[in-house]
């Protein structure tokens, strides 16, 4: 039995380039591994059973849970057919926008990798990831990074910016495709806000990164969910410092540079949302 953390990301930046010719779109973002996890437990199984099960009820347990695949993925990228007992303990609100299925396939990947002794490098696991999902290859390298193409290609960002999150979650589930699918070309950033936050965040300038914070589909997301747009509003009036979306939302965040001040607005949002959470960001 062997344990692997699964760690979420937010979206410092999303920008939407434009639309490819295999129906994704071209996107420029930067992420950050935030300290909110799952654990996944990986257990040998008999030859050829890939199984998967978890505390949360609301994720698949067949080969839509990106878990699975990702096991699939790696054995057929080894020639194996191995078995693995796949458990799930979710901490990571399911979809959310954090990344949170991504984070347990590249857990997988990563610990497989140790446990059949496959001695696969960091690079081999992310591009076997990007067969599972267009996250899952940042989730394997975690840290901060600036992820282009489909969201597959990335160049890490060695910051040592301190920060913390606080995230609140409004009670819907938002599917990124029907996001994406929403999305019209007015939408589509010019030049993408990384040219900047990027800089910023190595000369470790919070108010910078926290200005700088951009996301090109909480526009599409906001008109789609109205719950997201309420929740974005009160938790405005509240925190008095920028509010910013993750991924497709519907996770919203705002950052914070002292522990103090994340754990007073804690306490405020939790006054009237349900689901918050104080985070830091890994690197
Ligand atoms: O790659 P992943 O399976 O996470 O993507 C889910 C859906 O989100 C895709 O099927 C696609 O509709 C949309 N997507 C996109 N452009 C991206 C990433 C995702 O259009 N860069």
């Known amino acids: ?31 950050q591994t935030i300290d909110l996890s799952d654990l996944i437990w990986l257990e040998d199984a008999p030859s050829g059973v890939i199984e998967v099960s ?11 849970n990106l878990a699975v695949a990702a096991a699939r993925a790696l054995s057929a990228a080894c020639g194996l057919a191995r078995g693995v007992r796949i458990r799930i303990d979710k901490q990571i609100p399911v979809a959310a926008g954090l990344a949170g299925g991504s984070a347990d396939a590249a857990a997988v990947l990563r610990g497989l990798n140790r446990m059949w002794q496959l001695g696969l490098s960091a690079d081999e696991l992310a591009a076997i990831g990007a067969q ?12 901060c ?17 301190r920060a913390w999150v606080v995230l609140v979650r409004p009670p819907v589930f938002v599917s990124t495709a029907e996001v ?5 070309p007015d939408r589509y950033a010019p030049a993408p806000a990384s040219r900047a936050m990027i800089p910023a965040l190595l000369r470790r300038d919070f108010d910078a990164v926290r200005r700088l914070s951009v996301n090109g589909l909480a526009a599409a997301t906001l008109a789609r969910y109205p719950e997201v747009r309420q929740m974005w509003q009160r938790v405005e009036q509240a925190a ?44």
Request: some cysteine; hydrophobic content about 40%; overall charge positive.
């Open 1 to 31: 039995m062997l344990a692997e953390r699964a760690y979420a990301k937010i979206n410092l930046t999303l920008d939407v380039l434009g639309r490819r010719p295999d129906g994704y779109h071209e996107v420029d973002m930067v992420l």
């Open 54 to 64: 978890s505390n949360a009820a609301n994720i698949p347990t067949d080969a839509r």
């Open 132 to 143: 599972v999902g267009s996250d899952v290859p940042f989730c394997v390298l975690g840290g």
């Open 145 to 161: 990074a600036l992820a282009t193409g489909r969201g597959e290609q990335l160049r890490k960002v060695d910051h040592d910016l």
């Open 180 to 184: 994406y699918g929403t999305l019209t």
């Open 240 to 283: 008095h410092v920028p509010v910013q979306m993750s991924g497709s939302g519907p996770t919203l965040y705002c950052l914070l540079p002292a522990r103090s001040m994340a754990q007073r607005l804690y306490n405020a949002l939790r006054g009237f949302a349900r689901e918050v959470y104080l985070c830091r960001f890994v690197s």
